[in-house]
């Protein structure tokens, strides 16, 4: 079955500090993993996906398929980083993503 | 474009009344996702269309959630009758093929209390 394993409901840390959000995931293929974002008053939007390999507003996050997991990090926090994230996970094409429980991210001066 | 939009963006009713809320997807997205977020369960797949075809609604709680989608550019998620624990804010998603970009574009949301 595929899971998402997001430990961490809320995260806090200080401006300029390292930030790591944990993302574990079940599936027995090749997934596809995805972070979205969702700041106050917007939407949930797509921040980066795997296969990119990009860096999004300073945030990376690196596939490993020994550990199954795919944490999102990010080396100086800042306060504009404060939103939910969500980790999500897509199998096969034409199927649904399926998406952990999200983490909070606060960060404070 | 203006996006996804949703409708209502509020909605409180009392238990046992029926709910439908309303989705336009972005015009020439193929795939339709409903969702729901709680603080416990975090973002729960409902029900997903391709081509205004159901393709998996194993999410729908019970059988007193359906969904529709008569058209391209049209969906709801009904809820009769409503209870209490269905409170939560519903999302409406729609993609391109995943093929494609494999991105989801989400509404702003409807927040449902049901009293």
């Known amino acids: 079955a595929q899971r998402v394993t997001q430990p961490e409901k809320l995260l806090s840390v200080f401006k300029g500090a390292p930030v790591e959000l944990k993302c574990n995931y079940s599936?027995?293929?090749?997934?596809?993993l995805f972070w979205y974002v969702q700041y106050s008053r917007q939407r949930l939007q797509l921040l980066l996906r795997?296969?990119s390999r990009e860096s999004i507003k300073g945030f990376t996050a690196d596939l490993n398929k020994g550990e199954t997991s795919f944490h999102l990090k990010k080396p100086f926090a800042q306060e504009e980083d404060s939103a939910m994230y969500y980790c999500?996970?897509?199998?096969?094409?034409?199927?649904?993503?399926?998406f952990g429980k999200g983490t909070t991210l606060s960060v404070s001066s | 474009d203006a996006g996804v939009i949703q409708s209502p963006r509020h909605e409180v009713t009392e238990m046992g009344q029926e709910v439908t809320l309303r989705c336009k997807p972005i015009?020439?997205?193929?795939?339709l996702f409903w969702y729901r977020q709680t603080m416990m369960r975090g973002l729960e797949l409902l029900i997903y269309?391709?081509?205004?075809?159901?393709?998996?609604d194993s999410g729908m709680p019970e059988d007193r959630f359906s969904a529709k989608m008569p058209n391209a550019s049209f969906s709801t998620l009904k809820i009769q009758p409503s209870e209490p624990r269905d409170s939560a804010v519903y999302f409406c998603?729609?993609?391109?093929?995943?093929?494609?970009?494999?991105?989801?574009?989400f509404g702003e949301g409807s927040r449902l209390t049901v009293l």
């Open positions: 795997h296969i």
């Open positions: 999500a996970l897509s199998g096969h094409a034409g199927t649904a993503l399926i």
């Open positions: 998603a729609s993609s391109l093929p995943r093929g494609r970009t494999g991105e989801l574009f």
């Open positions: 269309f391709n081509n205004n075809v159901p393709i998996d």
């Open positions: 599936y027995s293929g090749s997934p596809e």
């Open positions: 015009s020439g997205h193929d795939y």
